[in-house]
């Protein structure tokens, strides 16, 4: 069997969610299969090594001259069907609409699909337009797809109340950690990453971005109220986020007086961030809304007590009593559950050391060892058709 994948973004330098699942189950489909013929489909850019070479894994590199829909909807099916694949796994939400090769599409959440709206003031246009693009093409290319795979059984049942699946076309695969997030205690490496980051000596993570279901506003909100208990003792490192963009949402949250406790460290690549986490006191992931949220495990498995949200997929991933859980529309839920981790040392630990057992639970190659499955499952199917 030839298997064709979907892998635009593959070879862009900052990579997020949908990019990372992506890698890491081309990465775990070659440790575990030396059968089948894989095609990775990916858009030209500078970081061209981070697919490890296999001899049954080829890359073709595709232009477009009009942008993601022209790379999508044109290029990526003229090019599967060049290359004679029996499959074609859309790895990000969307895929072509006209394909002659039959389609897996993997749906990570229908977000976009429940409340979107250019007159917002939350969220960067381009998130919008993205958005927009996948509410006119995701319906239909989720009706042509051979199987759909979502990351939680959550966003499963979430995806069939939207479409009314009357088959079993649907299926939840969990996302996975990786291995090399676990708790780091190389002093030299973590001090290392300290300088490298500039990080100060005691700080809370936070993982947000512009993308308001990221919560970075409650967060902010929170963060400041928590402060007024332990006045700057603590700083909130935050990553690849904006400067303008920060202090627009300081002032709907409370002030700019805060901004000197924070710490903006820009892009951290994924290998960096183990030992970025391993010295934080407190990880921050309290979403309004994910399908899955990695995250939550990275912290988990680096060692570190995780706030995260009792809503969406997030009591899913992270167990029971393995995090502290939290209202994320409710900043004062946030500051409380702060102040319990900081104030009750046997909680944090006991979350620390219930977090790391929950994170073995997860495992990319056990992702990709279900989706090998699948992709045998379609071509069977096919075959007997």
């Known amino acids: 069997m030839k298997i064709g994948i979907e892998g635009q973004r593959l070879f862009r330098k900052k990579k997020h969610g949908m990019d990372m699942v992506a890698l890491e189950l081309i990465k775990n489909l070659q440790k575990i299969d030396q059968k089948n013929e894989y095609v990775v489909f990916v858009k030209p850019d500078f970081d061209d090594t ?31 069907y060049k290359e004679g694949c029996d499959v074609l796994h859309c790895t990000s939400n969307t895929g072509p609409l006209f394909s002659k090769v039959p389609i897996i599409t993997t749906l990570h959440d229908i977000i976009y699909l429940e409340s979107i709206s250019l007159l917002k003031k939350e969220g960067t246009w381009y998130q919008k337009l993205g958005n927009m693009y996948r509410r006119y093409f995701v319906p239909p290319v989720i009706r042509k797809s051979k199987k ?20 079993n076309r649907l299926t939840a695969i969990y996302n996975g950690v990786g291995s090399h997030f676990k708790k780091v205690t190389d002093a030299a ?13 005691d700080f809370f993570f936070f993982l947000g971005n512009t993308d308001p279901k990221k919560n970075t506003k409650g967060v902010l909100k929170a963060f400041a109220d928590f402060n007024k208990i332990y006045p700057k003792k603590y700083k909130l490192v935050m990553l690849d986020y904006d400067e303008g963009e920060l202090l627009k949402l300081l002032d709907t949250t409370g002030g700019r007086e805060i901004r000197e406790l924070i710490h903006l460290t820009g892009y951290v ?47 899913e991933v992270a167990g ?43 495992s990319w190659e056990a992702m990709a060892k279900n989706v090998l499955e699948l992709y045998e499952d379609v071509h069977s199917e096919l075959k007997s058709n």
């Open 189 to 201: 490496q973590l001090k290392t990453i300290k300088e490298q980051y500039n990080l100060p000596n």
């Open 148 to 167: 759909v795979i979502t990351v939680s059984n959550y966003e499963k049942e979430r995806i069939n109340n939207h479409f009314g699946f009357k088959d």
């Open 320 to 362: 029971e009593g393995t995090a502290l859980m939290v209202d994320p529309s409710k900043p004062i839920q946030i500051t409380e559950a702060m102040r319990n981790l900081i104030e009750d040392k046997m909680l944090a630990k006991v979350l620390s050391e219930k977090g790391i057992q929950r994170a073995k639970d997860f």
């Open 50 to 80: 981070c697919i490890p070479s296999a001899p049954n894994f080829k890359i073709v590199e595709l232009n477009s001259r009009f942008g993601y829909p022209g790379w999508e909807q044109i290029a990526l099916p003229r090019a599967a």
């Open 269 to 315: 690549p994924n290998t960096d961030l183990p030992a970025i986490i391993s010295q934080c006191t407190i990880f921050l992931y309290p979403s309004l809304r994910e399908s899955f949220g990695i995250p939550i495990l990275e912290g988990m498995a680096c060692g570190v007590p995780v706030i995260t949200s009792n809503t969406s997929s997030m009591p």
